[in-house]
Protein backbone atom coordinates (compact mmCIF):
# COMPACT_ATOMS: atom_id res chain seq x y z
CA UNK A 1 0.00 0.00 0.00
CA UNK A 2 1.49 3.01 -1.05
CA UNK A 3 0.54 6.93 0.69
CA UNK A 4 -1.37 8.30 3.88
CA UNK A 5 -3.81 5.93 4.71
CA UNK A 6 -6.20 7.54 7.54
CA UNK A 7 -9.00 5.45 9.52
CA UNK A 8 -11.53 5.23 10.39
CA UNK A 9 -13.13 6.90 7.64
CA UNK A 10 -16.01 8.35 9.76
CA UNK A 11 -16.72 8.74 13.50
CA UNK A 12 -19.66 9.46 15.57
CA UNK A 13 -18.79 10.39 19.30
CA UNK A 14 -20.20 11.68 22.00
CA UNK A 15 -18.99 14.32 24.29
CA UNK A 16 -17.86 12.30 27.30
CA UNK A 17 -15.98 9.21 24.87
CA UNK A 18 -12.38 9.27 24.21
CA UNK A 19 -11.51 7.48 20.84
CA UNK A 20 -8.31 7.80 18.26
CA UNK A 21 -7.42 9.09 14.62
CA UNK A 22 -4.75 7.12 12.99
CA UNK A 23 -3.00 7.66 9.99
CA UNK A 24 -0.09 6.02 7.99
CA UNK A 25 2.33 6.88 5.90
CA UNK A 26 4.21 4.65 3.16
CA UNK A 27 6.21 7.13 1.39
CA UNK A 28 9.58 7.32 3.65
CA UNK A 29 8.28 11.21 4.42
CA UNK A 30 9.92 12.66 7.79
CA UNK A 31 7.23 14.92 8.98
CA UNK A 32 3.53 14.44 9.73
CA UNK A 33 0.69 16.80 10.22
CA UNK A 34 -2.44 17.21 12.02
CA UNK A 35 -5.35 19.57 9.62
CA UNK A 36 -8.53 20.44 10.87
CA UNK A 37 -10.80 21.18 7.54
CA UNK A 38 -14.03 23.09 8.73
CA UNK A 39 -16.54 24.18 5.88
CA UNK A 40 -15.58 27.67 4.14
CA UNK A 41 -12.79 28.03 6.97
CA UNK A 42 -9.08 27.69 5.48
CA UNK A 43 -7.80 24.55 6.52
CA UNK A 44 -5.92 24.98 10.17
CA UNK A 45 -2.59 23.33 11.43
CA UNK A 46 -3.09 21.37 14.49
CA UNK A 47 0.06 19.60 15.07
CA UNK A 48 3.54 19.38 13.26
CA UNK A 49 5.98 16.39 14.06
CA UNK A 50 9.34 16.27 11.74
CA UNK A 51 11.89 13.75 12.46
CA UNK A 52 8.94 12.52 15.57
CA UNK A 53 9.13 15.41 17.58
CA UNK A 54 6.83 17.55 17.77
CA UNK A 55 7.65 20.70 16.43
CA UNK A 56 4.46 22.58 16.49
CA UNK A 57 0.94 23.04 18.44
CA UNK A 58 -1.21 25.51 17.64
CA UNK A 59 -3.03 26.45 20.41
CA UNK A 60 -4.96 23.09 19.87
CA UNK A 61 -7.55 22.49 22.90
CA UNK A 62 -5.77 19.51 25.54
CA UNK A 63 -8.73 17.41 24.71
CA UNK A 64 -6.90 17.01 21.15
CA UNK A 65 -3.89 14.55 22.08
CA UNK A 66 -1.34 13.67 19.37
CA UNK A 67 1.31 10.85 19.41
CA UNK A 68 3.84 10.02 17.19
CA UNK A 69 5.31 6.97 17.94
CA UNK A 70 7.44 6.45 14.73
CA UNK A 71 8.15 8.63 11.24
CA UNK A 72 5.61 6.13 9.69
CA UNK A 73 2.38 6.83 11.75
CA UNK A 74 0.43 9.41 13.70
CA UNK A 75 -2.33 9.29 16.21
CA UNK A 76 -5.07 11.76 17.36
CA UNK A 77 -5.90 11.08 20.98
CA UNK A 78 -9.63 12.33 21.69
CA UNK A 79 -11.49 13.20 24.53
CA UNK A 80 -14.32 15.03 26.10
CA UNK A 81 -15.09 16.99 22.31
CA UNK A 82 -17.38 19.71 21.97
CA UNK A 83 -19.96 19.80 18.86
CA UNK A 84 -18.38 22.55 17.39
CA UNK A 85 -15.27 20.03 16.90
CA UNK A 86 -17.14 18.44 14.28
CA UNK A 87 -15.16 18.59 10.91
CA UNK A 88 -13.09 17.11 8.57
CA UNK A 89 -9.76 15.33 10.25
CA UNK A 90 -7.07 15.33 7.80
CA UNK A 91 -3.24 13.82 7.84
CA UNK A 92 -0.58 15.02 5.98
CA UNK A 93 3.08 14.09 5.43
CA UNK A 94 5.91 16.05 3.79
CA UNK A 95 9.65 15.28 3.09
CA UNK A 96 11.31 18.52 5.01
CA UNK A 97 14.13 19.80 3.17
CA UNK A 98 13.21 18.11 -0.27
CA UNK A 99 13.13 21.72 -2.02
CA UNK A 100 9.60 21.68 -3.66
CA UNK A 101 8.09 18.68 -2.07
CA UNK A 102 4.22 19.42 -1.08
CA UNK A 103 2.18 17.28 0.89
CA UNK A 104 0.45 13.68 0.06
CA UNK A 105 -2.45 14.15 1.84
CA UNK A 106 -4.97 11.18 3.33
CA UNK A 107 -8.34 10.93 3.29
CA UNK A 108 -9.67 12.18 6.46
CA UNK A 109 -11.86 11.04 8.92
CA UNK A 110 -14.78 12.67 8.81
CA UNK A 111 -15.82 13.63 12.73
CA UNK A 112 -19.26 14.20 14.32
CA UNK A 113 -19.39 14.93 18.07
CA UNK A 114 -22.85 14.54 19.67
CA UNK B 1 2.15 36.15 8.63
CA UNK B 2 1.60 34.74 5.36
CA UNK B 3 -1.86 34.45 3.87
CA UNK B 4 -3.28 32.79 0.99
CA UNK B 5 -7.09 34.35 -0.72
CA UNK B 6 -8.99 32.85 -2.99
CA UNK B 7 -12.22 35.28 -4.17
CA UNK B 8 -14.04 32.68 -5.80
CA UNK B 9 -15.95 30.98 -3.25
CA UNK B 10 -18.05 29.06 -6.21
CA UNK B 11 -16.97 28.71 -9.61
CA UNK B 12 -18.65 26.49 -13.01
CA UNK B 13 -17.52 26.17 -16.15
CA UNK B 14 -19.05 24.03 -19.54
CA UNK B 15 -17.24 21.01 -20.50
CA UNK B 16 -14.76 21.50 -22.84
CA UNK B 17 -14.34 24.51 -21.73
CA UNK B 18 -11.02 26.92 -19.94
CA UNK B 19 -11.77 28.13 -16.56
CA UNK B 20 -9.51 30.21 -14.20
CA UNK B 21 -9.46 30.21 -10.49
CA UNK B 22 -7.71 32.97 -8.54
CA UNK B 23 -5.39 33.20 -5.97
CA UNK B 24 -3.50 35.75 -4.39
CA UNK B 25 -0.59 35.89 -1.22
CA UNK B 26 0.95 37.86 1.16
CA UNK B 27 4.24 37.55 2.13
CA UNK B 28 7.80 39.26 2.62
CA UNK B 29 9.55 36.40 1.72
CA UNK B 30 11.32 35.94 -1.66
CA UNK B 31 11.76 32.31 -1.87
CA UNK B 32 9.05 30.12 -1.37
CA UNK B 33 6.41 27.56 -3.57
CA UNK B 34 2.85 27.38 -4.40
CA UNK B 35 0.58 25.09 -5.14
CA UNK B 36 -2.80 24.04 -6.22
CA UNK B 37 -4.48 20.79 -4.55
CA UNK B 38 -7.49 19.39 -5.70
CA UNK B 39 -9.93 17.53 -3.19
CA UNK B 40 -12.61 15.73 -4.88
CA UNK B 41 -15.99 14.68 -2.95
CA UNK B 42 -13.39 11.50 -2.06
CA UNK B 43 -12.09 13.69 0.04
CA UNK B 44 -8.27 12.94 0.13
CA UNK B 45 -6.19 16.57 -1.24
CA UNK B 46 -4.64 15.59 -4.26
CA UNK B 47 -2.23 18.06 -5.49
CA UNK B 48 -2.47 19.39 -8.79
CA UNK B 49 0.42 21.26 -9.72
CA UNK B 50 3.36 23.22 -8.04
CA UNK B 51 5.49 26.78 -8.71
CA UNK B 52 9.07 27.44 -7.60
CA UNK B 53 8.89 31.22 -6.78
CA UNK B 54 12.69 31.80 -8.32
CA UNK B 55 11.50 30.25 -11.49
CA UNK B 56 9.88 32.58 -13.81
CA UNK B 57 8.82 30.07 -16.18
CA UNK B 58 4.59 29.17 -15.64
CA UNK B 59 4.64 25.78 -14.22
CA UNK B 60 2.40 23.46 -16.68
CA UNK B 61 0.49 19.74 -16.23
CA UNK B 62 -1.17 18.68 -18.70
CA UNK B 63 -4.71 20.19 -19.14
CA UNK B 64 -3.42 22.42 -15.70
CA UNK B 65 -1.52 25.55 -16.26
CA UNK B 66 -0.70 28.43 -13.62
CA UNK B 67 -0.28 32.28 -14.37
CA UNK B 68 2.28 33.31 -11.55
CA UNK B 69 2.89 36.78 -11.49
CA UNK B 70 5.38 37.53 -8.28
CA UNK B 71 5.45 40.91 -8.14
CA UNK B 72 1.59 41.01 -7.87
CA UNK B 73 1.56 38.28 -6.02
CA UNK B 74 -0.86 36.00 -8.15
CA UNK B 75 -1.17 32.31 -8.93
CA UNK B 76 -4.23 31.46 -10.98
CA UNK B 77 -4.97 28.09 -12.14
CA UNK B 78 -5.98 27.87 -15.58
CA UNK B 79 -7.78 24.02 -16.62
CA UNK B 80 -8.47 23.81 -20.20
CA UNK B 81 -10.44 21.45 -21.73
CA UNK B 82 -12.58 21.04 -18.86
CA UNK B 83 -13.53 17.76 -17.89
CA UNK B 84 -16.92 16.08 -15.04
CA UNK B 85 -13.68 14.73 -13.32
CA UNK B 86 -12.65 17.88 -12.38
CA UNK B 87 -15.06 18.56 -10.09
CA UNK B 88 -13.42 19.90 -6.73
CA UNK B 89 -12.62 22.14 -4.17
CA UNK B 90 -9.64 24.08 -4.89
CA UNK B 91 -7.31 24.84 -2.68
CA UNK B 92 -4.54 27.29 -3.66
CA UNK B 93 -1.38 27.31 -1.23
CA UNK B 94 1.56 28.50 0.28
CA UNK B 95 5.00 27.17 1.48
CA UNK B 96 7.75 29.04 3.02
CA UNK B 97 11.44 28.35 3.11
CA UNK B 98 10.49 27.07 6.45
CA UNK B 99 8.70 24.67 5.52
CA UNK B 100 4.83 25.87 6.70
CA UNK B 101 2.02 25.48 4.75
CA UNK B 102 -0.83 28.64 4.19
CA UNK B 103 -3.61 27.39 2.01
CA UNK B 104 -6.81 29.27 0.87
CA UNK B 105 -10.22 28.92 1.41
CA UNK B 106 -10.75 26.86 -1.62
CA UNK B 107 -13.10 27.54 -5.18
CA UNK B 108 -15.95 25.09 -5.96
CA UNK B 109 -15.43 23.88 -9.29
CA UNK B 110 -18.84 22.58 -10.57
CA UNK B 111 -18.74 21.27 -14.28
CA UNK B 112 -21.50 21.44 -16.48
CA UNK B 113 -21.81 18.76 -18.91
Known amino acids: ETGVTQTPRHLVMGMTNKKSLKCEQH?????MYWYKQSAKKPLELMFV???????ENNSVPSRFSPECPNSSHLFLHLHTLQPEDSALYLC?????????????FGSGTRLTVV | AQTVTQSQPEMSVQEAETVTLSCTYD???????LFWYKQPPSRQMILVIR??????QNATENRFSVNFQKAAKSFSLKISDSQLGDAAMYFC??????????FGTGTSLTVIP
Open chain 1, 92 to 104: ASSQVGAGSSGYT
Open chain 1, 27 to 31: LGHNA
Open chain 1, 49 to 55: YSLEERV
Open chain 2, 27 to 33: TSESDYY
Open chain 2, 51 to 56: QEAYKQ
Open chain 2, 93 to 102: AYRSTGNQFY
